[in-house]
């Protein structure tokens, strides 16, 4: 079952056609979200990100699109589907239909899909993970390239070249070459007690959990946070380097080419980020 537009039907019901501005431009937003135990986690976060990246690229904001009404349709449809202890959300957001590059309306219709998750709280997983340079196409560093639109054709090239290439996940480059993210995820390198992620200015996806981690960071004594560029030379010399999503929290590399990497920087921060899910779970109750 998926909700569309606040009516919940089946999943195989053809409620999207062909002149769907998400299917024929990419003219669609999404959010992906965990649920536990019937609470959307960073719900807040996630709100704001959808409402401002809406407004960027000049979608109509419904007057029903409050916090609270979105919140209820998740809800509603993970009750529906079995799921509402733990679960995997996404949230799309589309044009409606209509024109050709110049919309003939900027009204917007959603859908909402969910599926179970195996674990409620971010568990760290350790085995191999190995990663490499996706080099056949760039990021472009604007502003688009930090939203979540459904224009994702450079993230399916990269995962049909680490699967044709056994790899687990690619690192992307923007076009001045600094690495600015995985295919699935912000990215965190660590050298010493310096733990650098890419600015949003070099193309990366605002990412929740990586605004998580960066408020964590900055109030931990030991280590020293820098939003900066990161050269793919820093790849090898760097202690480690671990991917940041919604959904997995946060996934460590433990290969690059002949270097291999640890994980004590990110058990450190997986504990951290749970006590931050927690504590927001407290405050909703």
């Given at each position: 079952?998926?909700?569309?537009?606040?009516?919940?039907?089946?999943?195989?019901?053809?409620?999207?056609?062909?002149?769907?501005?998400?299917?024929?431009?990419?003219?669609?937003?999404?959010?992906?979200?965990?649920?536990?135990?019937?609470?959307?986690?960073?719900?807040?976060?996630?709100?704001?990100?959808?409402?401002?990246?809406?407004?960027?690229?000049?979608?109509?904001?419904?007057?029903?699109?409050?916090?609270?009404?979105?919140?209820?349709?998740?809800?509603?449809?993970?009750?529906?589907?079995?799921?509402?202890?733990?679960?995997?959300?996404?949230?799309?957001?589309?044009?409606?239909?209509?024109?050709?590059?110049?919309?003939?309306?900027?009204?917007?219709?959603?859908?909402?899909?969910?599926?179970?998750?195996?674990?409620?709280?971010?568990?760290?997983?350790?085995?191999?993970?190995?990663?490499?340079?996706?080099?056949?196409?760039?990021?472009?560093?604007?502003?688009l390239s930090n939203l979540k639109t459904n224009n994702r054709i450079l993230n399916v090239v990269g995962s049909v070249f680490a699967k044709e290439n056994d790899y687990d996940n690619c690192l992307l480059i923007n076009n001045s070459?600094?690495?600015?993210?995985?295919?699935?995820?912000?990215?965190?390198?660590?050298?010493?007690?310096?733990?650098?992620?890419?600015p949003l200015q070099d193309g990366c996806v605002n990412g929740i959990i990586r605004k998580q981690l960066i408020n964590i960071l900055k109030k931990l004594e030991g280590y020293v946070l820098e939003e900066t560029s990161i050269s793919?030379?820093?790849?090898?010399?760097?202690?480690?380097?671990?991917?940041?999503?919604?959904?997995?929290?946060?996934?460590?590399?433990?290969?690059?080419?002949?270097?291999?990497?640890?994980?004590?920087?990110?058990?450190?921060?997986?504990?951290?980020?749970?006590?931050?899910?927690?504590?927001?779970?407290?405050?909703?109750?």
């Amino acid at each position: 079952m998926v909700n569309f537009n606040g009516e919940i039907i089946e999943d195989d019901v053809l409620f999207l056609n062909q002149e769907n501005r998400g299917l024929r431009y990419g003219d669609a937003l999404f959010e992906t979200i965990r649920l536990v135990n019937n609470e959307v986690l960073l719900w807040e976060e996630h709100y704001l990100r959808l409402m401002a990246s809406m407004r960027i690229i000049r979608m109509e904001i419904p007057m029903e699109f409050t916090l609270e009404y979105l919140e209820e349709q998740i809800k509603k449809l993970a009750v529906q589907n079995k799921c509402n202890d733990k679960a995997r959300v996404r949230l799309t957001i589309y044009r409606n239909s209509g024109g050709l590059y110049l919309p003939k309306t900027n009204t917007v219709s959603f859908v909402i899909e969910t599926s179970p998750l195996d674990a409620p709280y971010y568990i760290l997983n350790t085995e191999k993970y190995e990663v490499e340079l996706f080099k056949d196409f760039y990021v472009n560093a604007d502003m688009l390239s930090n939203l979540k639109t459904n224009n994702r054709i450079l993230n399916v090239v990269g995962s049909v070249f680490a699967k044709e290439n056994d790899y687990d996940n690619c690192l992307l480059i923007n076009n001045s070459k600094n690495v600015v993210e995985g295919l699935n995820g912000n990215i965190f390198l660590v050298k010493g007690n310096i733990i650098k992620t890419p600015p949003l200015q070099d193309g990366c996806v605002n990412g929740i959990i990586r605004k998580q981690l960066i408020n964590i960071l900055k109030k931990l004594e030991g280590y020293v946070l820098e939003e900066t560029s990161i050269s793919t030379f820093e790849l090898q010399k760097a202690d480690e380097l671990f991917f940041t999503n919604s959904i997995k929290g946060i996934k460590p590399v433990t290969k690059y080419r002949k270097k291999q990497y640890t994980a004590v920087v990110a058990k450190e921060l997986v504990g951290k980020l749970n006590a931050v899910i927690r504590l927001q779970k407290r405050d909703l109750v």
